[in-house]
């Protein structure tokens, strides 16, 4: 059967790609997108979210749009992190892409969640967050007993070397670090797909022509948001081929071989002056306390970029 994911976005470029892979695998069932100002404030990437869902047909399920603002901290978004922004003014600057053809759902995302979750079987669902991790606290908060009834959370966001919004902390975390604490900090099991997984699963050369040979309308898209976001990163980063982030942490979930992992404690700082938003991941027990969480450490390139290349000729 088909794994249910719920997928908590704020695209952003490499969202588009999750949200495209979500849709166009067998192996996995899309029973909803919510949206969370990241990237972008809320009402661009709610409009991203719809826009994607148009383009790759994914326009009978539920998008809803969640939190606007973090739990505690001031907004940041990318363009204020970076010297300009990765995404673009509009968080999915490039191709033009379709009007949305569907209406949002009234709830607010963390009601959509909870609904879905606690009407559905144990461990049916996967919650898979992409950008901050506000939705999901609301929706903990909402309703504690999801906890206990989501199969796992598979998360973009973090790193257990060093990061990209600070020397400390990747952006998806310190964008709202009390929230990702609160998740980490919970008890079900969290899967940390961070930059150290992402920034090998870059797109090369010789797999963006890969996908230009498909030769349809959706992979005309798909290059095009590659070399956008590709030439963006690079001027930025200095790193010469764009990084699919936020596709890893839905690879995960359609095959876990695809994504290895380790077994780590991990917290969120949220005091230090220096580490604000930090994942501190522990891989020895140097604190003595349990390994909670599991921490993605190596990518399976070839099988990662041939699960998006299929997706997408599913979709187009």
Not at 63 to 91: C, F, N, W
Not at 271 to 295: C, H, I, M, R
Request: glycine share 6%; net charge negative.
């Amino acid at each position: 059967m088909p794994k249910k994911i719920i997928l908590d976005v704020d695209p952003g470029h490499d969202d588009a790609i999750a949200i495209l892979l979500a849709q166009g695998n067998p192996d996995i069932e899309l029973a909803a997108i919510t949206s969370v100002a990241g990237n972008q404030i809320l009402e661009k990437t709610t409009y991203n979210a719809q826009r994607v869902a148009t383009l790759v047909g994914a326009t009978d399920i539920p998008i809803a749009a969640g939190a606007k603002y973090p739990l505690m901290r001031e907004q940041i978004t990318d363009g204020e992190v970076v010297a300009g922004s990765v995404h673009g003014v509009s968080g999915l600057d490039g191709p033009e892409l379709p009007e949305p053809a569907m209406d949002l759902d009234p709830r607010h995302a963390a009601e959509l969640i909870v609904d879905l979750v606690m009407a559905g079987e144990q461990d049916e669902y996967t919650l898979v967050p992409t950008g901050p991790l506000t939705n999901i606290v609301l929706a903990m908060r909402l309703e504690p007993k999801i906890v206990d009834r989501v199969k796992e959370v598979v998360l973009m966001g973090g790193a257990y070397t060093q990061g990209n919004a600070t020397p400390a902390a990747e952006f998806n975390i310190l964008a709202d670090p009390e929230a990702a604490a609160a998740v980490f900090a919970a008890e079900w099991q969290v899967t940390m797909v961070g930059l150290d997984l992402t920034h090998q699963a870059v797109a090369t050369p010789e797999i963006k022509e890969r996908i230009r040979a498909i030769g349809t309308p959706i992979s005309r898209v798909v290059v095009e948001w590659l070399d956008f976001f590709g030439a963006n990163y690079d001027s930025v980063w200095k790193m010469p081929y764009p990084p699919i982030h936020d596709a890893c942490a839905v690879a995960r979930v359609i095959n876990p071989s695809v994504v290895q992992v380790k077994e780590a404690f991990i917290a969120v700082e949220t005091q230090g002056k220096w580490t604000y938003g930090e994942t501190v991941t522990d891989f020895l027990g140097s604190y003595g306390l349990p390994f909670n969480n599991l921490a993605a450490t190596t990518l399976d390139f070839d099988a990662f970029w041939d699960l998006i290349i299929d997706a997408i000729k599913q979709v187009s």
